[in-house]
């Protein structure tokens, strides 16, 4: 995870007031990462309390701080299964977004300014997001994200800019797990990737499991969210006044 922060000993509050959240359906990559920006920007400079973004990745592959070419196995095939390659702002190393994987992005200040505290609660959301699916999932010391049996089943990733968190985690869902195979993920050559329709053989609305991301994100952090409203991803900034 890339972090930008300035030393002080002043704490900072989450949001405070309703947090809108939009479910932007199926996003190309570079555009979103260049909203995220301009959002994170926002709420740096007080004109934006915050937004939760949900959505899913056209097929793309991304190069965190961390991530070099290197990690790819075959450029070409990756390139006639229509996934893009793209350079990211977030930390960490390498990793593979596609359509059938939950991504989510909250773009809000960070409480009481501990990037640490703040990942484990991303990680608790999604815990309690697959146990309500009777899936138990469970952490790894030294590598974010969540695993089931070893595999890994969602990850974390995030740039930090004056205490204001965003990108964040993907939840592996319906996602095609032979995509995974175009890379080496988080940078372990030997790591196995699996998803909710792999473990409990049967596929999951993506609606519901976005309904179930935002029930748990308001328990894990006390976020007053407003309903999920579905808004192409080119209206966000129209939608929160910042246009």
Known sequence: MRHETRAGSSRQRGPEGQLPVFDLGVTPYVPVQ??????????????????????????????????????????PL???????????????????????????????????????????????TLL????????????????PGLYVSGDKIASVGLRCQRWVASHGTSLNVNVDLSLFDLIVSCGEPHLRQ????????????MTGIKALYAQAAHQVFAWKLSPIRAIPYEQVERELGLE
Not at 130 to 140: E, G, M, P, T, Y
Request: aromatic share 2%; hydrophobic share 40%.
């Open 34 to 75: 260049e909203l995220q920006a301009r959002l994170r920007a926002a709420v740096v400079e007080g004109r934006l309390p915050g937004v939760l973004l949900l959505l899913e990745h056209q097929p793309v592959i991304t190069l965190g701080g961390r991530g070099a070419e290197t990690d790819l196995h075959d450029i």
């Open 128 to 143: 309690a997001v697959l146990a309500s699916l009777d899936v138990v999932a469970h952490r790894r010391e030294g590598h």
């Open 194 to 205: 699996t998803s909710l329709q792999a473990i409990t053989g049967r596929s999951h609305d």
């Open 78 to 124: 990756a390139h006639d299964r229509g996934v893009c390659i793209v350079s990211s702002e977030r930390g960490g190393q390498t990793t593979l977004h596609a359509p059938g994987q939950l991504v989510s992005y909250p773009i809000v200040s960070i409480p009481h300014r501990d990037l640490g505290v703040y990942v484990r609660a991303l990680e608790e």
